[in-house]
């Protein structure tokens, strides 16, 4: 079964440097996403992604954030001067293009992100 | 309001036992619905969609009360692998996910 696949598991970072989390959506997927999940809270999405462009984001998506699609496989976050509050859980997620299967979306493994 | 509102419980069930959760949306324009299962430190997996006219999967069965703004989850005859918590979803604009905070399952032997 094809799956959303993200690296790394687990990242840890200091206050003010800069990350970049990789993800490859599933294959013949056209919309991605970011969703971000604090310890102990619920899941909160940042953005969506189609057609090389940003579809949408939260407020939680000021301009430290950006989001790239490189190549035509992956997708990554970059989050350029992370603060200690950005700790947490990232998926990436993908779903494809059709009647029923452009709302189901599929969620990588995550990278949890620690910064000290 | 919250945009979706479930019962954080736990719920503490015996095996065999039936249990329901429920979960409010403030949103009378959205479409579609869906409960996702977490495993802890694992990411959100798709359960099932939720259909208007109610649906079941196996021991699964949600519906749907657009009038109420309400969403149920049944599952029938627990297993100890249904130990999760699980997410009230609603899907919004650009097809972003709306999560709720999750109700957390515990399905004792």
């Known amino acids: 079964e094809p799956e959303v696949t993200q690296t790394p598991s687990h990242q840890v970072t200091q206050m003010g440097q800069e990350v970049i989390l990789r993800c490859v959506p599933i294959?013949?997927?056209?919309?991605f996403y970011w969703y971000r999940q604090i310890l102990g809270q619920k899941v909160e999405f940042l953005v969506s992604?189609?057609?090389?462009?940003?579809?949408?984001k939260s407020e939680i998506f000021d301009d430290q954030f950006s989001v790239e699609r490189p190549d035509g496989s992956n997708f990554t976050l970059k989050i350029r001067s992370t603060k200690l509050e950005d700790s947490a859980m990232y998926f990436c997620?993908?779903?494809?293009?059709?009647?029923?299967?452009?709302?189901?979306?599929?969620f990588g493994p995550g990278t949890r992100l620690l910064v000290l | 309001r919250k945009e979706v509102e479930q019962d954080p419980g736990p719920f503490n069930v015996p095996e065999g036992a039936t249990v329901a959760f429920n979960c409010t949306y403030s949103?009378?324009?959205?479409?579609?619905f869906f409960w996702y299962r977490q495993d802890c430190r694992k990411e959100p997996k798709l359960l099932m969609s939720?259909?208007?006219s109610g649906n079941e999967d196996g021991r699964f069965t949600a519906q749907l009360n657009r009038a109420s703004q309400y969403i149920s989850l049944l599952i029938r005859d627990s297993k100890l692998s249904d130990s999760a918590t699980y997410l009230c979803?609603?899907?919004?604009?650009?097809?972003?996910?709306?999560f709720g905070s999750g109700t957390r399952l515990l399905v004792r032997p």
């Open positions: 979803v609603v899907m919004g604009s650009s097809y972003k996910l709306i």
């Open positions: 294959s013949n997927h056209l919309y």
């Open positions: 939720v259909y208007s």
């Open positions: 992604f189609y057609n090389n462009e940003i579809s949408e």
């Open positions: 997620a993908s779903s494809g293009m059709g009647l029923n299967l452009q709302e189901t979306q599929y």
């Open positions: 949103n009378s324009a959205s479409q579609s």
